[in-house]
């Protein structure tokens, strides 16, 4: 059976004062159904760890660089977050593939990276509103799955994680059809050794209020949120739906 993942991306928020944040999350869900993992930024991966250590919450990174270690000002490696107490890293978010230009080549060699430091690669994926108005998404999707997901991906060490750009921080989400086709189609477009294990989770203006909608689903396995993972009540009801959907 696959575990449901409630997944937080906290982005480039957050000050040692949101901790308290995550550590309400974790006292309003002692025993979890499904597993919850806030990705705080970098500068909070240790402490937020640290302050989560006798908890079921896990952390993760939102991003890591290719290599282990280098000549690279201002990176971080898999293996750094996984010594600063990360079980999970996110890769090729469509806010570092716009900002950063990161193609699926690259976010493949960060997963890879990630598996190599025993982390799990959440990798993202999703069409912009001009493919989708354009009828492309499923060919959008299916050539990001085979160009982001590394030799080496199994059901265990990957989370495949569904995001439309246009619906990320806009309060938009595509209708529950849409999302469910995706993710059909994206189950269908796994490798054989992947295809019934691996998590496929829904990111984009997932809120409190349309939680229970989206978790009820065929093939949703979890949200990767942002804005609503910020606040430990908002959160909150979104793991209690997640939670409810598993049953
Ligand atoms: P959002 O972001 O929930 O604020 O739309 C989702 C994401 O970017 O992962």
């Given at each position: 059976m696959r575990r449901k993942l409630a997944a937080g991306n906290w982005k480039m928020h957050g000050l040692a004062a949101d901790l308290a944040e995550a550590e309400a999350l974790a006292e309003a869900h002692p025993s979890p159904g499904c597993e919850v993992l806030l990705c705080p930024p970098a500068t909070l991966v240790g402490r937020m760890s640290a302050a989560l250590q006798r908890t079921p919450v896990v952390v993760g990174g939102q991003d890591c660089h290719?290599?282990?270690?280098?000549?690279?000002?201002?990176d971080v490696s898999a293996a750094m977050l996984a010594d600063a107490g990360a079980s999970h890293v996110i890769v090729g978010h469509s806010e570092r593939r716009t900002?950063?230009?990161?193609t699926d080549a690259q976010v493949a060699a960060k997963a890879a990276a990630a598996h190599r430091a025993g982390l799990v690669a959440i990798i993202c994926l999703g069409e912009t509103e001009a493919e989708r108005d354009g009828g492309e998404t499923l060919d959008v999707v299916a050539r990001q799955l085979a160009g982001a997901l590394?030799?080496?991906?199994?059901a265990e060490n990957t989370v495949i994680a569904y995001e439309p750009v246009w619906a990320i921080g806009t309060g938009r989400t595509p209708t529950e059809a849409e999302i469910a086709e995706v993710h059909a189609a994206l189950r269908a477009g796994l490798p054989e050794h992947m295809a019934a294990g691996t998590r496929l989770i829904y990111g984009g203006s997932v809120k409190p209020a349309n939680a229970a909608a989206i978790f009820a689903?065929?093939?949703?396995?979890?949200a990767l949120v942002g804005?609503?993972?910020?606040?430990a009540a908002d959160f909150s009801a979104i793991v209690a739906a997640l939670d409810a959907a598993a049953g």
């Open positions: 290719a290599e282990e270690s280098g000549a690279h000002t201002g900002d950063h230009g990161e590394p030799a080496g991906a199994t689903l065929p093939e949703v396995d979890g804005g609503a993972s910020l606040k």
